[in-house]
């Protein structure tokens, strides 16, 4: 036994150096990623816990291994939670639809849904990759665009915004029997109820992917898909602020297809450790404090492209509704990639991001993408929000200027230091 009694810095002092190094990277500099969050303590607790020893393939009270009288309560748990909540946000009843919380991940959710509705060779719609699409909607490099046929729709050229008209003209030409809404890089609402009537119009399975906004959704800060799409995709570690891991909710009609598709079809064991992780980050969202935190995330959003507008930044379709925003760094003459990891070193962690119609190319392309939500978990606001666009001026107005990426991080870490980080102990 003693041989797996040592802590990890007594057993593993590498990995114990490295967890600790990045514990202090993610305290000391302004995490910008859009999709990234801080889990809390709680969360972070349950998804390290004993749960991950456990096998338990299938679903609650209909399991294929004993033991389960503590992971059935587990699972159960985070579902009950999960409709109370999405249903709350949505209007509509919490039975009136099913939820699968065992996807290992965003990408293995939507999986799921090919799974279940879709024969190989089917024709699937969702946004173009460079318009702000995730690979799973179609993209030629994808599973979902190798086996299926990929009609992909974009933005308009004059505003960046989806062109609901195109999607209608190609869903009627081309009558998908899958339609994608739900993006990875898209600053503004999306329309779920015209997409439902584009859907009904073809016949199509209309599924919302709302990886990037689950935690703005349950928090009242962006519409519902719930109880308008067939099929709802997410993650639960983006502004949902879980463990990593994904979530599906549908139609009652649809439940047993899904959770087939889930499995047996996909996957195994469930992660029962991410499951409670996703209970207790469900139980977080149902407090009052995470209302106030997704209309912070939105307003801090609002206030940093402001911000940067005003520093004469190109911030496609002129704002943000939600988290996110992408700049095209085409008028400072500074490459996206360029920009990026300049102000990594100044440490402003942010990714280079294709912009609509970006001449460039996805490995280095015209633009960034950068999003409020872990800097609003840490309680940051507006006066943050615009330090951190002065930050992004001074550095893309001289990225090879290394005395100055010293100095800003300083500056930054001198902020941070004032917001402690959810989750993080150093040390
Ligand atoms: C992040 C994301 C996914 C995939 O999630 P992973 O957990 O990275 O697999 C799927 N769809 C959208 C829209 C996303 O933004």
């Known amino acids: 036994m003693a041989f797996l009694d040592p802590s990890l810095a007594e057993r593993d002092p590498e990995i114990a150096r490295l967890i600790s190094e990045e514990n202090k990277r993610e305290l000391e500099s302004m995490r910008l990623i859009a999709s990234e969050n801080y889990a809390s303590r709680a969360v972070m607790d349950a998804t390290g816990s004993c749960l991950g020893n456990k096998y338990s393939e299938g679903y609650p009270r209909k399991r294929y291994y004993e033991g389960q009288a503590v992971i059935d309560q587990v699972e159960e748990l985070a579902i009950a939670r999960l409709k109370q909540l999405f249903g709350g946000a949505s209007g509509v009843a919490p039975d009136s639809f099913h939820v699968n919380v065992q996807p290992y991940s965003g990408s293995p959710a939507n999986l799921a849904v090919y799974f279940a509705f879709l024969q190989p060779g089917d024709v699937v719609m969702g946004l173009g990759l460079p318009a702000g699409g995730h690979l799973t909607h179609g993209h030629t490099v994808s599973i979902t665009g190798k086996y299926f046929k990929s009609v992909p729709y974009g933005v308009r050229r004059e505003d960046h915004r989806i062109d609901l008209d195109e999607v209608r003209k190609l869903a009627k030409e081309h009558r998908p029997k899958l339609l994608w809404c739900g993006t990875t890089a898209y600053p503004r609402t999306i329309d779920f109820a015209a997409f439902r009537s584009i859907a009904d119009e073809v016949g199509a399975i209309l599924a919302a992917d709302i990886a990037h906004i689950s935690g703005l959704v349950c928090g009242g800060a962006h519409p519902s898909p719930i109880g308008v799409a067939d099929v709802v995709t997410s993650t639960t570690h983006k502004t949902f602020r879980g463990p990593r891991g994904g979530m599906i909710f549908c139609k009652k009609e649809h439940a047993a297809a899904i959770d087939k598709a889930v499995f047996p079809g996909l996957q195994g064991g469930p992660h029962n450790h991410a499951t409670a992780g996703i209970a207790v980050a469900a ?65 402003v962690v942010l990714n280079y991001n294709s912009v609509p119609f970006d001449p460039r190319k996805p490995f280095d392309p015209s633009g960034l993408r950068l999003g409020t939500p872990a800097v609003t978990s840490r309680g940051m606001g507006k006066a943050e929000m615009l330090a951190i666009a002065g930050w992004i001026d001074r550095v893309v107005a001289a990225p090879a200027d290394a005395a100055l990426l010293e100095t800003i991080a300083g500056e930054v870490r001198e902020v941070c230091a004032k917001f402690p980080a959810p989750g993080i102990r150093v040390g």
């Open 283 to 347: 139980h977080e969202a149902l407090q009052p404090e995470f209302k106030a935190y997704a209309r912070a995330v939105v307003d801090n959003a609002k206030v940093l492209a402001q911000a940067l507008v005003e520093r004469g930044f190109t911030v496609t379709t002129g704002g943000t509704d939600n988290h996110l925003m992408l700049l095209d760094l085409t008028n400072k003459g500074v490459p996206g990639k360029v920009a990026a990891q300049a102000l990594d070193k100044a440490g």
